[in-house]
């Protein structure tokens, strides 16, 4: 050996020693250490002869954030080698993966070497053994003759639930990849599948691309299907998931031949995300050889404070969404945005909203597509838009609050020509509004306010109404009002709001088609000078009636501080001028109420009498509580010939009752009697019952008149063990679709399988009734980590 050699061998046994000695005497954790090397033990000896240090007992090692725990470490400063005698344990910089083996020959940095004996926890839940583990690198571990399962072995079974079993297996550690060759994957020891190789991302990822879990169907209309969906990162924030549906048996008599490419587009970006998804499908189920559909939904936040949200639906024929059952469950993006996707229907909206302390801007525009025959009568238009923008403007120079707001509203009926449902409706609009409170004195003010609507309307398809109308209505009104105590004491207080006010408004002359469940044929149609404050007038812009009048009202009211109070007082009108249809006169009610606004029993109860004393409107609400029963109603009945303005005749019953019982069972019940209109009574019915094994749930509207369900569903769950329960759904739509369901399902810790048989009755589908058998297993890791669950 020449003298360079020896001295280059002394001094790096010098150095190690250095090192040694002040690791011994300074033992930092290995957090505060990642760039040095620190070595703890019970012993160390240094041989200056062999040149070898070893450290035998708890011998903690730490080095570029990795850290060793053996009995014992023996480095040769001549080999440059460091050999571990185990069983011991090497834990990764990040701390996601750990190795444990008998004996290892490393390099100086453990970067590199070779394991015997060797088993390696990968992100706490994938467990791979082997009997040889080479190091490469600092990034690769190479496995020979491994065995790798995320499941748990039990003590009474030696065998895993399943594992893939390999001649070679490389992990990659920046690339956080296991790349499998000539593999086998064994179910309770039971080869199932071989592939000759096969790469798998490690637990630790949460987007990689690969296969996901496949999906077996059996179909009564499209035969025998397998789904084999693909994953494939587009980024770091896309991603696109293709899922081929593969049809077996091509050929069969009874079974058309069609084959489905489902996709699912995921982005998420700095203003927004977005999700869309599609399918395409060639059959010959349809005149249309080629079909499919494309749903996308999104939220984006636009400039100056305005944000959208969307969601479009296509497809290319009525029956497609019915016969392929994509969305056949309750669907939510993965942003949780619900796609809300009707049976009968495809729905499309758009919206961009803006609200700010002094402006406020909604637009939303909604169309639906018919999926039912062009001669079905749909309880609502099915192209409505609505847009409403409102300022608030302040100014020195005029007092109080002025308010501008435009409007534009469109409601239409696109359903064809044989359809019932033909007239669309479309008006704009410009109002004002000004209002201010005047403090004239101690609680006396002056209420005073001005409102202006201009609108236009345009009818389109109707023989009955006018094309073209338009017309301008305003309202003053000017209200003096005191607050007075009457008298208090520490157990009640009487008090009075007397008021004095003048009212007149000016409509326009209009005749124009009542709109289902929209606001388009009424004043202020966003309700934003609260006009129903003002008894004598009627929002609908049929009305058509000139009014000014005086109305006084004397309030009393006494308060008990245990929540009951007594109301009663006196509303009188006093007619200034009328138009010559206007039917009704001056006014006086009388009215009295009662009630209680705390404990556990409250109500309310008001009558309304004219001045021949005739009761003409009276109300009565109530709820109860009795602990873990609850119990409310209400009571509604008007008269027709009201004193202050005239209105159908009104009576109406509800009664509810919720039970919750043992915090596990919840049933709510509900009655509706409508007097006048038997057609809009109903009963309503819901049940949920979450047990320590049993879980059901029951939901249903029954029209009374009718003799038939609107709505129902029921579904119920039982736990046959720990890991696997059985389950049943029912649901009926409108009498449009029915869906049965009965499954099973099994999971542990590392699978998941669940087993369902369906039959559907859609009349948007190309056959009435379908059935189908669907089976879906995956493997992985799921609910935490193997060492702590047994499967």
Same mark, same amino acid.
């Given at each position: 050996?020449?003298?360079?050699?020896?001295?280059?061998?002394?001094?790096?046994?010098?150095?190690?020693?250095?090192?040694?000695?002040?690791? %011994?005497?300074?033992?930092?954790?290995?957090?505060?250490?990642?760039?040095?090397?620190?070595?703890?033990?019970?012993?160390?000896?240094?041989?200056?002869?062999?040149?070898?240090?070893?450290?035998?007992?708890?011998?903690?090692?730490?080095?570029?954030?990795?850290?060793?725990? =053996?009995?014992?470490?023996?480095?040769?400063?001549?080999?440059?080698?460091? +050999? @571990?005698?185990?069983?011991?344990?090497?834990?990764?910089?990040?701390?996601?993966?750990?190795?444990?083996?008998?004996?290892?020959?490393?390099?100086?940095?453990?970067?590199?070497?070779?394991?015997?004996?060797?088993?390696?926890?990968?992100?706490?839940?994938?467990?791979?053994?082997?009997?040889?583990?080479?190091?490469?690198?600092?990034?690769?571990?190479?496995?020979? /003759?491994?065995?790798?399962?995320?499941?748990?072995?039990?003590?009474?079974?030696?065998?895993?639930?399943?594992?893939?079993?390999?001649?070679?297996?490389?992990?990659?550690?920046?690339?956080?990849?296991?790349?499998?060759?000539?593999?086998?994957?064994?179910?309770?020891?039971?080869?199932?599948?071989?592939?000759?190789?096969?790469?798998?991302?490690?637990?630790?990822?949460?987007?990689?691309?690969?296969?996901?879990?496949?999906?077996?169907?059996?179909?009564?209309?499209? $035969?025998?299907?397998?789904?084999?969906?693909?994953?494939?990162? %587009?980024?770091?924030? +896309?991603?696109?998931?293709?899922?081929?549906?593969?049809?077996?048996?091509?050929?069969?008599?009874?079974?058309?031949?069609?084959?489905?490419?489902?996709?699912?587009?995921?982005?998420?970006?700095?203003? $927004?995300?977005?999700?869309?998804?599609?399918?395409?499908?060639?059959?010959?189920?349809?005149?249309?050889?080629?079909? $499919?559909?494309?749903?996308?939904?999104? /939220?984006?936040?636009?400039?100056?404070?305005?944000?959208?949200?969307?969601?479009?639906?296509?497809?290319?024929?009525?029956?497609?969404?019915?016969?392929?059952?994509?969305?056949?469950?309750?669907?939510?993006?993965?942003? !949780?945005?619900?796609?809300?996707?009707?049976? !009968?229907?495809?729905?499309?909206?758009?919206?961009?909203?803006?609200?700010?302390?002094?402006?406020?801007?909604?637009?939303?525009?909604?169309?639906?597509?018919?999926?039912?025959?062009?001669?079905?009568?749909?309880?609502?238009?099915?192209?409505?838009?609505?847009?409403?923008?409102?300022?608030?403007?302040?100014?020195?120079?005029?007092?109080?609050?002025?308010?501008?707001?435009?409007?534009?509203?469109?409601?239409?009926?696109?359903?064809?020509?044989?359809?019932?449902?033909?007239?669309?409706?479309?008006?704009? +609009? =410009?109002?004002?509004?000004?209002?201010?409170?005047?403090? %004239?004195?101690?609680?006396?003010?002056?209420?005073?306010?001005?409102?202006?609507?201009?609108?236009?309307?345009?009818?389109?398809?109707?023989?009955?109404?006018?094309?073209?109308?338009?017309?301008?209505?305003?309202?003053?009104?000017?209200?003096?009002?005191?607050?007075?105590?009457?008298?208090?004491?520490?157990?009640?207080?009487?008090?009075?709001?007397?008021?004095?006010?003048?009212?007149?408004?000016?409509?326009?002359?209009?005749?124009?088609?009542?709109?289902?469940?929209?606001?388009?044929?009424?004043?202020?149609?966003?309700?934003?000078?609260?006009?129903?404050?003002?008894?004598?007038?009627?929002?609908?812009?049929?009305?058509?009636?000139?009014?000014?009048?005086?109305?006084?009202?004397?309030?009393?009211?006494?308060?008990?501080? /245990?929540?009951?109070?007594?109301?009663? $007082?006196?509303?009188?009108?006093?007619?200034?001028?009328?138009?010559?249809?206007?039917?009704?006169?001056?006014?006086?009610?009388?009215?009295?109420?009662?009630?209680?606004?705390?404990?556990?029993?409250?109500?309310?109860?008001?009558?309304?009498? /004219?001045?021949?004393?005739?009761?003409?409107?009276?109300?009565?609400?109530?709820?109860?509580?009795?602990?873990?029963?609850?119990?409310?109603?209400?009571? @509604?009945?008007?008269?027709?010939?009201?004193?202050?303005?005239?209105?159908?005749?009104?009576?109406?019953?509800?009664?509810?009752?919720?039970?919750?019982?043992?915090?596990?069972?919840?049933?709510?019940?509900?009655?509706?009697?409508?007097?006048?209109?038997?057609?809009?009574?109903?009963?309503?019915?819901?049940?949920?019952?979450?047990?320590?094994?049993?879980?059901?749930?029951?939901?249903?509207?029954?029209?009374?008149?009718?003799?038939?369900?609107?709505?129902?569903?029921?579904?119920?769950?039982?736990?046959?063990?720990?890991?696997?329960?059985?389950?049943?759904?029912?649901?009926?739509?409108?009498?449009?679709?029915?869906?049965?369901?009965?499954?099973?399902?099994?999971?542990?810790?590392?699978?998941?399988?669940?087993?369902?048989?369906?039959?559907?009755?859609?009349?948007? =589908?190309?056959?009435?009734?379908?059935?189908?058998?669907?089976?879906?297993?995956?493997?992985?890791?799921?609910?935490?980590?193997?060492?702590?669950?047994?499967?």
């Amino acid at each position: 050996m020449n003298e360079k050699i020896l001295a280059s061998s002394a001094s790096k046994f010098f150095l190690f020693a250095l090192i040694l000695l002040f690791s %011994l005497a300074h033992p930092l954790k290995a957090s505060n250490a990642n760039d040095r090397l620190l070595i703890i033990s019970d012993t160390a000896l240094i041989s200056p002869e062999t040149e070898l240090f070893t450290a035998t007992g708890n011998v903690e090692v730490y080095f570029n954030g990795l850290k060793l725990i =053996a009995p014992k470490v023996s480095y040769h400063l001549v080999s440059e080698r460091v +050999s @571990v005698d185990g069983p011991f344990e090497l834990t990764d910089p990040d701390g996601s993966t750990k190795t444990y083996g008998e004996f290892a020959e490393l390099s100086p940095d453990l970067a590199e070497g070779v394991i015997f004996a060797v088993r390696r926890v990968v992100g706490e839940t994938l467990n791979v053994q082997a009997a040889e583990l080479k190091r490469e690198q600092g990034r690769y571990t190479k496995f020979k /003759n491994v065995r790798a399962s995320n499941c748990n072995v039990c003590q009474k079974s030696k065998t895993p639930t399943w594992q893939l079993v390999a001649s070679e297996a490389v992990h990659d550690s920046e690339k956080k990849a296991v790349t499998y060759r000539h593999a086998r994957l064994l179910i309770r020891g039971v080869p199932v599948a071989y592939v000759p190789w096969v790469r798998i991302p490690d637990p630790t990822v949460d987007r990689a691309d690969g296969f996901l879990a496949p999906k077996l169907k059996s179909n009564s209309l499209l $035969g025998n299907q397998v789904v084999l969906p693909y994953f494939k990162t %587009l980024g770091t924030s +896309s991603d696109l998931t293709v899922s081929p549906h593969l049809t077996l048996r091509q050929g069969n008599e009874d079974v058309p031949s069609n084959n489905t490419l489902e996709a699912k587009y995921r982005t998420v970006f700095h203003s $927004g995300h977005m999700e869309l998804n599609g399918a395409i499908s060639r059959d010959n189920l349809h005149d249309k050889t080629m079909r $499919g559909y494309l749903f996308s939904n999104g /939220n984006i936040n636009l400039p100056s404070g305005y944000k959208l949200n969307f969601q479009t639906q296509l497809s290319s024929d009525d029956t497609y969404l019915g016969t392929y059952k994509f969305f056949s469950d309750d669907r939510k993006t993965f942003k !949780d945005d619900v796609i809300f996707f009707g049976k !009968d229907r495809l729905n499309n909206h758009i919206n961009v909203t803006k609200e700010e302390q002094d402006e406020i801007l909604h637009f939303t525009y909604e169309h639906f597509n018919p999926l039912l025959k062009p001669d079905y009568k749909y309880e609502t238009a099915n192209s409505k838009l609505n847009f409403h923008w409102l300022k608030s403007i302040a100014s020195d120079a005029v007092p109080g609050e002025l308010r501008m707001s435009t409007v534009a509203q469109r409601y239409g009926n696109d359903f064809g020509a044989t359809n019932v449902r033909q007239e669309d409706t479309t008006r704009v +609009s =410009a109002n004002f509004f000004w209002h201010n409170t005047f403090d %004239l004195e101690k609680n006396t003010n002056l209420k005073s306010e001005l409102g202006v609507f201009a609108d236009h309307y345009r009818i389109d398809d109707s023989s009955t109404f006018q094309q073209g109308q338009s017309g301008l209505s305003f309202y003053v009104a000017n209200k003096l009002e005191k607050n007075i105590k009457l008298y208090e004491k520490p157990n009640y207080v009487i008090k009075t709001t007397p008021s004095l006010g003048l009212v007149a408004f000016n409509l326009a002359d209009f005749e124009i088609p009542t709109i289902d469940d929209s606001t388009v044929d009424y004043i202020d149609p966003f309700d934003t000078a609260k006009l129903d404050r003002f008894h004598r007038l009627d929002r609908n812009q049929n009305f058509n009636h000139d009014l000014t009048y005086l109305t006084l009202g004397i309030p009393l009211k006494i308060d008990w501080h /245990n929540g009951y109070y007594v109301t009663s $007082g006196i509303r009188a009108d006093a007619l200034i001028q009328s138009d010559v249809d206007y039917i009704l006169d001056n006014a006086l009610v009388y009215n009295f109420g009662l009630g209680k606004t705390q404990g556990k029993f409250q109500f309310s109860a008001e009558s309304n009498f /004219n001045k021949e004393g005739e009761n003409i409107a009276k109300s009565f609400s109530f709820s109860r509580s009795f602990g873990k029963l609850d119990l409310s109603g209400r009571y @509604v009945f008007k008269e027709e010939d009201q004193e202050f303005y005239i209105a159908d005749k009104r009576e109406e019953w509800a009664l509810n009752l919720s039970i919750t019982t043992f915090e596990r069972l919840n049933i709510q019940l509900g009655k509706f009697w409508d007097t006048l209109n038997s057609a809009n009574t109903f009963d309503t019915a819901s049940l949920s019952f979450t047990g320590n094994r049993l879980s059901a749930n029951y939901s249903t509207k029954y029209l009374r008149t009718a003799n038939k369900f609107d709505n129902q569903s029921f579904s119920i769950s039982t736990d046959l063990n720990e890991k696997s329960e059985i389950y049943f759904e029912y649901e009926e739509i409108l009498e449009k679709a029915e869906r049965r369901r009965v499954g099973w399902s099994y999971g542990n810790e590392c699978m998941q399988l669940r087993a369902d048989v369906s039959n559907y009755i859609d009349e948007t =589908a190309d056959r009435e009734s379908i059935d189908e058998f669907s089976l879906v297993l995956k493997l992985g890791s799921f609910g935490g980590k193997a060492a702590q669950r047994c499967g």
